[in-house]
């Protein structure tokens, strides 16, 4: 005769169910449609049952930002080894693919960057380690392009550039914003990355 299911297995199992229910309500209209009452009754659960396997709703949108930024690092994984090894092309790559996710996933996208946490609070080590493996990449070519650089002004480039591309990419999508044409940010990214290439070899 199996074993009965062990309440720490039933207790995983809907962390999961709530996690996938938020992913997919998240991505579809943001993390302020996230409702616990809405959420117990697509999982099957009391309402109580939420609070005993999250802290609170933030918890469970940190989540699904983890699994988010998973994706997108994959996404940016794949353009970079699409490119050539020619460094500025792959910073190139990079930001587009950067722009490509964000346009094809706006509201998880925009939810990575919108969690309140009290202040003076820093980010989950989740956050810390996926930046940091994009800052990684984005370390790499710029070694090969400015290899005069100290490492640690190369750490401070690869987040200068990072902060650059994502705040071309967040204007440019939203529409209400003056400055950056939407239909331009691939050509941004391109000029303003290509540009850093010419400065470093003059």
């Known amino acids: 005769m199996p074993d009965p299911i062990s309440t720490a297995d039933r207790r995983a199992a809907l962390r999961d169910r709530l996690t996938d229910i938020a992913e997919a309500t998240i991505a579809a209209r943001g993390p302020t449609a996230l409702r616990a009452r809405d959420l117990a009754a697509e999982a099957g659960c009391a309402l109580g049952a939420i609070y005993t396997v999250f802290g609170d709703l933030t918890e469970l949108v940190l989540l699904v930002n983890a699994r988010t930024f998973a994706h997108l690092g994959r996404a940016v994984a794949a353009a970079l080894a699409d490119a050539p090894a020619e460094p500025v092309a792959q910073l190139v790559a990079m930001g587009r693919a950067y722009h490509a996710f964000a346009a094809a996933n706006r509201p998880a996208w925009a939810a990575m960057f919108s969690v309140d946490r009290p202040a003076g609070e820093g980010p989950p080590d989740w956050y810390r380690a996926e930046m940091d493996q994009l800052f990684t990449w ?31 990419v967040a204007l440019g999508l939203d529409q209400a914003a003056a400055g950056v044409p939407g239909d331009q940010i691939d050509r941004m990214i391109g000029l303003i990355l290509s540009r850093i290439g010419q400065q470093s070899m003059s």
């Open 138 to 168: 984005i370390e790499a070519p710029l070694a090969v392009q400015m290899p005069d650089l100290a490492a640690p002004d190369r750490a401070l480039m690869a987040r200068a550039l990072f902060s650059a591309v994502h705040g071309i």
